[in-house]
């Protein structure tokens, strides 16, 4: 509760600074006796409040009960939003937009499809940046696409979290990677076999199984262990 406490009064302390951050910066652009050196010394430092902020609220988050959880990831999507109108094109900016927007989404079923497009707008640009979060984006999307009956949207999404999963795989092995990419192909499979592609569905469910397997350590044969 203590631990609790403290990161709420962190929070409240970041958030009144990032404000008057975010203030200073729209004054500061507008006062034409300001020296560029100053200007990107206050957007240094804003970007700097505002990534903390994020910080301490999704972190707060996680210790919340669900309602409150959520309110906590509104409250930073807010504050994102808020940053992202005073620094335009900004690709920080964007980054906490999409990161607070996954949180929301993955929170309110009822929102997913928008939050999950909001995120993936912010991150495309620079998908290579942030490669986790991209996929999160496109996952998230995928699922939402087809809870809402959209079976060629969500195929299309989910496909390209495949091609991102792959790449990440291949530049960068590791257990996240090869996780995202099991959860990649059995998205792609369900859809597929939603879809009555049969064949082709079969193909990715065997994938996905075959390195789930491989996480949990246990050795695989695919002729013998596949569940196709």
Known sequence: MVAV??????AI?????????????????????????RLKVVESESIRQQRELMDVLLRLAESQTPPGT??????ALASAQAFER??????DAAEFVARAAIKVGDAYPRQALVRFTEARTRLEPQADAFPAEYFASLQGLGRAQFLTRDPLKALATFSRAL??????????PSERTKRDLASANY????VLEYNGENEAAAAKLR???????????RQVNALVDSPA
């Open 5 to 10: 406490g403290a990161d709420a009064i962190v």
């Open 207 to 217: 994938k996905s199984f075959e390195l789930y397997r491989e996480l949990s350590g």
């Open 163 to 172: 091609q991102v999963a792959e790449a990440q795989y291949t530049k960068s």
């Open 86 to 91: 005073t620094h335009p094109g900004l690709a």
């Open 70 to 75: 959520l309110e906590t990831y509104r409250t």
């Open 187 to 190: 998205y792609v499979g369900s």
């Open 13 to 37: 302390i970041l958030f009144g600074a990032a404000i008057f951050e975010q203030r200073s910066a729209a004054r500061a652009a507008g006062e034409v006796s300001v020296t560029a050196d």
